[in-house]
């Protein structure tokens, strides 16, 4: 039985912003709450199920708000869960439906901290209570700043693959100079870093359809 949720606003400020289409990863200023992660545990049956959530700061296209997940939770979903059972998983979301409609991040972080419980619960990784394993290593990507100068990207590109061992990069996309330049930054990583690494192109809702299909076509 679900029996204590806690949520904690906490100060992790990210050591590389990234820059996207519409602006920046960040956490913003010490002590103002926009942006920062939040962490919950859910605490039931001897367990505790942990998840973290970050709403980015303003300029992106996530509704959800530091704030906002907050009071969703502390204030409305976490209440509601009390007393359930941990693994009554449809019960809870159905709750939520009832309690209050959408809100992703808050509804995304509190289903992640659930399964953490039942797979400790359980004594069994969380992927097996999600269908089995698909494979065992899942390769970490690296997304490439967009930068007015394509050397800045093209050294960020390099660097995450001869430094760090990266092979898959995704490159942020939606440069304001159009959909023309977006396919010049591709072509020109993809010359830095060889045919071996995947590489991925996130336009971050910055392109239009005709935008999307033209540079798929290019």
Not at 154 to 169: D, H, M, P, Q, T
Request: proline share 6%; glycine share 8%; with cysteine.
């Amino acid at each position: 039985m679900i029996d204590r949720i806690e949520v904690f606003v906490t100060e992790l400020p990210v050591r590389l912003k990234r820059i996207f289409s519409s602006g920046s990863y960040d956490t913003g200023p010490p002590k103002q709450l926009l942006g920062k992660p939040v962490l919950v545990k859910i605490h039931a049956d001897g367990v505790v199920g942990c998840a973290q959530i970050r709403p980015i700061s303003p300029g992106h296209f996530v509704a959800d708000t530091t704030h906002s997940v907050v009071a969703a939770i502390v204030e409305i979903y976490g209440p509601g869960m009390l007393g359930k059972q941990l693994f009554d998983i449809e019960s809870i979301n159905e709750a939520f439906d009832a309690r209050l409609a959408g809100n992703p991040a808050a509804r995304a972080v509190l289903d992640i901290a659930l399964y953490e419980a039942m797979g400790k619960a359980l004594n069994v990784p969380v992927h097996n209570l999600l269908g089995g394993c698909c494979q065992p290593r899942i390769p970490l990507e690296w997304s490439v700043s967009l930068a007015d100068d394509i050397s800045t990207m093209i050294a960020e590109a390099s660097r995450a693959v001869n430094e760090f061992g990266i092979k898959v990069l995704c490159i942020k996309a939606a440069d304001r100079r159009g959909w023309r330049q977006d396919v010049r930054n591709f072509e020109a990583i993809r010359r830095a870093v060889g045919d071996e690494v995947v590489i991925g192109v996130d336009p971050n809702t910055g392109w239009t359809v005709s935008d999307a299909i033209s540079a798929v076509r290019a």
